[in-house]
């Protein structure tokens, strides 16, 4: 019986760790149909016969990004939103390039893990682990150094440099997600209560407000 239960609980492991990503293709490829009006967990095939080479196909990556803005960081993404190839497969990628000084702030991906690669400049970049340790862990990377974030965990970039700085991520998600902590705490629409705000972050309403201002 005890072994008979070990399987078991194997198995459901097992289970729970397949079901735990993006669908697998089950069937060579399965081109996203974005006009397509059925919801379903991911996106409709187009018909395999309508696929042409532009369905794998994106280009512009080589452009940089606007960083004129108050985070100094552009972020250009490649996911299924933007190369319908990629339905199924279980990957995406982004650009990322950084003013001198500029940061990618805290965020997650709900969906993803992420590896980094840094293809100009240097960049100091971090993830905080979960409660309770909440532990720091951070590398100061330059050209060629890679770095991976854990699905889900709080993470950061930020250009350490005086010139700008690129980076390159590849992560496990079609449709990776991103959670801005900053716009989504204090830029919530509606907004999450002051005095929800004022206590967790143990600030002055006030501080709260002044800050949900700003988004």
């Known amino acids: 019986m005890t072994s008979h239960l070990l399987l078991f609980g194997l198995l459901v492991a097992g289970c729970s760790l397949a079901f735990a990503s993006d669908p697998s293709p089950l069937q060579d490829f399965c081109v996203a149909d974005q006009n397509s009006t059925v919801f379903v967990n991911g996106l409709v095939c187009k018909e395999a016969r309508l696929v042409q080479a532009d369905d794998f196909f994106y280009r512009g990556l080589q452009l940089m990004g606007n960083t004129s803005n108050a985070v100094g960081s552009a972020v250009t993404p490649v996911t299924v939103a933007e190369l319908p190839g990629l339905n199924t497969l279980g990957i995406s990628m982004a650009r990322i390039d ?27 970049v971090g993830f905080v682990t979960s409660n309770p340790e909440n532990r720091l862990i951070t590398k100061l990377l330059q050209k060629g150094d890679v770095f991976v974030f854990p699905q889900g965990l709080i993470h950061f970039q930020k250009n350490v440099g005086n010139g700008y700085a690129v980076a390159i991520a590849a992560l496990s998600s079609q ?12 830029g919530s629409n509606p907004d999450i209560a002051a ?13 709260v407000y002044q800050i949900q201002s700003m988004f």
């Open 98 to 124: 950084f003013a001198p000084q500029g940061i990618n702030p805290p965020h997650t991906h709900p969906r993803a893990t992420e590896i980094l690669t840094v293809m100009e400049g240097r960049i100091l």
């Open 175 to 186: 449709n990776p997600g991103v959670i801005t902590i900053a716009n989504a705490v204090f």
């Open 195 to 207: 005095d929800i705000l004022s206590k967790a972050f143990q600030v002055d309403v006030n501080v």
